[in-house]
């Protein structure tokens, strides 16, 4: 089948079983490699994609299933100012990342501010549930997406947010 979505911005269509999976889609047609196959099971972040704006295990989800949605892959997040922001915030808070966990560990920050601007520690501990990092502290993170959070509402609405 043809399945048409938008891909970084972009209209884009492919011809795929439509139980294949998005990371192989991503991968093999559009050679985006940022979507790694990690555990391939939906339990470490390292495919994650942003699917209409939620984080989403791209290692999970059928090509049928984003017919005419949005998938941005952190090879189109990075040209963003929210990117920016969040590359801040990490250095700032001296947040580890790797190529295997810096995908998830920044889609997940964008989806859950885009929601949460302002998150508690509790609401940004819940976002990175399903990232596999054994080397970053929890607190480390909660500092880092603060220091994101602070970072947008400064470039949004200047120095007094
Ligand atoms: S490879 Fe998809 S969540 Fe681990
Ligand atoms: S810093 Fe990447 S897995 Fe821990």
């Given at each position: 089948m043809t399945i048409k979505f938008i891909l970084n911005g972009e209209d884009v269509s492919v011809k795929a079983?439509?139980?294949?999976r998005l990371i192989e889609i991503l991968r093999g047609?559009?050679?985006?490699?940022?979507?790694k196959a990690g555990?391939?099971?939906?339990?470490?972040?390292?495919?994650f994609v942003l699917l209409d704006g939620r984080i989403a295990p791209s290692c999970l989800i059928?090509?049928?299933?984003?017919?005419?949605r949005e998938i941005i892959t952190i090879e189109g997040f990075v040209q963003t100012n929210e990117y920016r922001d969040i590359a801040a915030g990490f250095a700032q808070a001296q947040v580890e990342t790797c190529g295997y966990c810096e995908t998830a560990k920044v889609l997940a920050a964008e989806a859950l501010l885009e929601q949460t601007p302002r998150p508690s520690r509790q609401e940004i501990l819940a976002a990175y549930r399903d990232v596999r990092c054994r080397c970053t502290e929890p607190e480390s993170l909660v500092a880092g997406v603060q220091a994101v959070a602070g970072i947008r509402q400064r470039r949004l609405y200047g120095r007094g947010a």
């Open positions: 079983e439509g139980e294949t047609s559009f050679k985006l490699m940022g979507a555990c391939l099971s939906g339990r470490c972040g390292a495919c059928p090509a049928f299933q984003v017919r005419d």
